[in-house]
C-alpha cells in the first residue's frame, strides 16, 4: 500500500495530532518531516492526554513504528523527556542518524535574535530550531548520527563553541555556552540515544516493499512553508508535501494521497499577516476559556492563538501548492451555537477584488477579506460518528467549504477525542 501524507492547511494548530492518532491504527509507519519542538500536537483517547513536541502522534499504536526523519531538527533533551514520559522503546520509535541536532547555542541565538529585532520579531518559540537550520544549509550542522562516534565528536565540539561564542559575547552581548555543560550534555545524549538511532529511510521503504500502510505526519502548516508562505513570518522548514519527499528520504511515487487538515475556522500563533483575523468578544468566543483543554491556547508556548473566520482563498492556495485530493475538517463543533458564520471568499486589496492569495506579507497585510455569510446552526455536532447525524446547517457548511477549497471533504472531527470522528471516506484501509 502507498504512503499518504497528512498536512496542515493553514498555519498549524489544524488538530493534525488527533487525525493522526484515527490514522495509525491502520498504519505500520506514522513518520515526521520537518520542524522540531516548536511543533505541538495533542492526542486524546482512552490512554490519556498526550502533547508532544517531538515524537509523532502514533505512539498510542502498540503496533506502530514512530519515525524521526532526517528533515527534523532535533533537541536531545527534549526528545529524551518525551521517550521517558510515554515509555517509548527502539522498537516503537526511530530517529534518522540525518537528522540535525539542536544544540545550546541554537536556542542562545534563537532567543538573542527575537529581542534584537524588537518590533519587528517573527514570534518564534525561542526553541532553537531556526539557528539550527541555519546551521544544517550553511554546512555547519551536527547531526544526530554523531552521536554514535563520540570520539570525533569531541574533538570537534570545542572549535565549534569557541566560534558561537564569539557570535553570541561579541555580536549580541550575551553570555558564552560553557563547554564542560556541553560535553555533560552529549555525554548523556549518546548513552540514551544510541539504540534509537538508524536509516529510517530504509524503515520506510521495506514497509512500502511490503505493502504497509506508512502515513506522513506534518507539523505547522502550509501557510508557514519557508518558501510558500507568508515570508518572512514563516518557519524555517517546509510542511508543504515537498518537504515529506526530501525530509524522509522518499519518491512522488511512493505516495496514494495528500490531505489536508483544515480547521472549520482559522487561528495563527506569533507575528504576520492574518486577513481573516477577529478581535473582542467574537474572538473571546471563538477562542475559548483557557481553563478548557479545547481552547485556543498553543500545545507548545501556552499563548493565545489569533483567531478568525475561515479563510478560502488562503484554503485553496494550500491545496493547489500541495495538491490536496481530500480535506480534514477539524473543531466543527466549535462552531456550534453561532446565528451565522463568516467566510471569507476574496480579498480586497488596494481597491481590486482578487481570488488569488498573495505570499508577500507586505501585500497580504493590505488585504481587506470578502465575506460571505452563511446561516450557523444550533444542533451539536460533538461526538458525531455518523453523516445522518450531521444537521442541515453543518452540511450546507461543509459543502461550502468543499466548493471553495475545490476538494472533497473525507474526515470530520467532532471533538478532541479518538472516537470522536466522522470518516466520509476512507483514507487508508487495514
Known amino acids: 500500500m502507498p504512503a499518504y501524507a497528512v498536512i496542515g492547511a493553514q498555519w498549524g494548530d489544524e488538530g493534525k495530532g488527533k487525525i493522526i492518532d484515527v490514522l495509525a491504527e491502520n498504519a505500520a509507519i506514522i513518520a515526521r518531516y520537518s520542524g522540531g519542538n516548536n511543533a505541538g500536537h495533542t492526542v486524546m483517547n482512552d490512554a490519556g492526554t498526550f502533547k508532544l513536541h517531538l515524537v509523532p502522534s502514533g505512539i498510542c499504536w502498540a503496533h506502530a513504528m514512530n519515525v524521526i526523519g532526517n528533515g527534523v531538527v532535533v533537541d ?9 514520559e510515554n515509555k517509548l522503546d527502539p522498537e516503537h520509535l526511530a530517529v534518522s542518524d540525518r537528522a540535525h541536532l539542536i544544540m545550546p547555542w541554537h536556542i542562545t541565538l534563537d532567543k538573542l535574535e527575537e529581542e534584537r529585532r524588537g518590533s519587528t520579531a517573527i514570534g518564534t518559540t525561542g526553541r532553537g530550531v531556526g539557528p539550527a537550520y541555519v546551521d544544517k544549509v550553511s554546512r555547519q550542522g551536527l547531526r544526530v548520527g554523531e552521536l554514535l562516534d563520540p570520539e570525533d565528536l569531541a574533538l570537534r565540539l570545542p572549535e565549534i563553541v569557541k566560534f558561537k561564542n564569539e557570535i553570541i ?7 558564552p555556552i560553557n563547554i564542560d555543560s556541553v560535553f555533560q550534555k552529549t555525554s548523556k545524549w549518546i548513552n540514551e540515544l544510541a539504540h534509537y538511532i538508524r536509516p529510517v529511510e530504509n524503515l520506510i521503504a521495506e514497509a512500502l516493499d511490503l505493502n504497509q500502510n506508512v502515513i506522513v505526519e506534518g507539523a505547522q502548516g502550509a501557510l508557514l512553508d519557508l518558501d510558500h508562505g507568508t515570508y518572512p513570518y514563516v518557519t524555517s522548514s517546509n510542511p508543504t508535501v515537498g518537504g515529506t519527499l526530501t525530509g524522509l528520504g522518499m519518491g512522488p511515487k511512493s505516495y496514494g494521497g495528500v490531505a489536508g487538515v483544515y480547521k472549520a475556522y482559522c487561528t495563527r ?10 478581535e473582542g468578544k467574537v474572538a473571546e468566543r471563538l477562542r475559548g476559556e483557557r481553563s478548557n483543554p479545547n481552547s485556543e491556547y498553543g500545545t507548545t508556548t501556552g499563548r493565545a492563538r489569533r483567531v478568525g473566520w475561515f479563510d478560502g482563498v488562503a484554503g485553496r492556495y494550500s491545496a493547489k501548492v500541495n495538491g490536496f485530493d481530500g480535506m480534514i475538517i477539524t473543531r466543527l463543533d466549535i462552531l456550534d451555537g453561532w446565528d ?4 471569507c471568499v476574496a480579498y480586497e486589496i488596494d481597491g481590486i477584488r482578487t481570488e488569488q492569495f498573495p505570499v508577500d506579507a507586505v501585500m497580504l497585510e493590505r488585504a481587506k477579506p470578502i465575506y460571505e455569510t452563511v446561516p450557523g446552526w444550533t444542533e451539536s455536532t460533538r461526538s458525531i460518528t455518523n453523516q445522518d447525524q450531521l444537521n442541515d446547517g453543518a452540511r450546507s457548511y461543509i459543502n461550502k467549504l468543499e466548493e471553495i477549497v475545490g476538494v472533497p471533504t473525507k474526515i470530520i472531527s467532532t471533538g478532541p477525542l479518538r472516537q470522536e470522528t466522522l470518516v466520509l471516506d476512507q483514507i487508508i484501509s487495514d
Request: net charge negative; proline share 10%.
Open 269 to 278: 500563533v506569533g507575528a504576520g499577516p492574518f486577513p481573516t483575523e477577529i
Open 340 to 343: 451565522e458564520i463568516k467566510i
Open 169 to 175: 559575547t561579541k555580536v549580541y552581548g550575551g553570555d
Open 76 to 84: 536531545p533533551d527534549v526528545l529524551l523527556k518525551e521517550i521517558g
